[in-house]
């Protein structure tokens, strides 16, 4: 089981920057990518963007404003995000996916942290 814990939330107004940081637990399998995906009240949880073997993917709507970056030794992930916007706001959850000896993946989630952009 890995354990992640976001921190880095915050109140920012429009245009500003926040990197958010994830720190994983030790696992014995392989953390095979991590990400970031959001939740706006009365909204799904969304994917924002994940970090696996392939590269970087991002969401159309933070392309171009938003970079995430894997230290996959120390299982972090960061999300520095600029020219933020007040549609950015949300909770903000990080996500990693482990894949076990079997070939069997199994997703764990941070407890999440706000992020509120004013106007």
């Known amino acids: 089981q890995v354990q992640l814990v976001e921190s880095g939330g915050g109140l920012v107004q429009s245009g500003g920057s926040l990197r958010l940081s994830c720190a994983g637990s030790?696992?014995?399998?392989?953390?095979?990518?991590m990400g970031w995906y959001r939740q706006a009240p009365g909204k799904e949880r969304e994917l924002v963007a994940v970090?696996?073997?392939?590269?970087?993917n991002y969401a159309d709507s933070v392309k171009g404003r938003f970079t995430i970056s894997r230290d996959t030794a120390q299982n972090r992930v960061y999300l520095q995000m600029d020219s933020l916007k007040p549609e950015d706001t949300a909770v903000y959850y990080c996500?990693?996916?482990?894949?076990?000896?079997?070939?069997?993946?199994?997703?764990?989630w941070g407890q999440g942290t706000q992020v509120t952009v004013s106007s």
């Open positions: 030790s696992s014995i399998f392989s953390i095979i990518a």
């Open positions: 970090a696996s073997s392939t590269g970087p």
């Open positions: 996500k990693a996916i482990v894949q076990n000896d079997r070939g069997n993946k199994f997703n764990y």
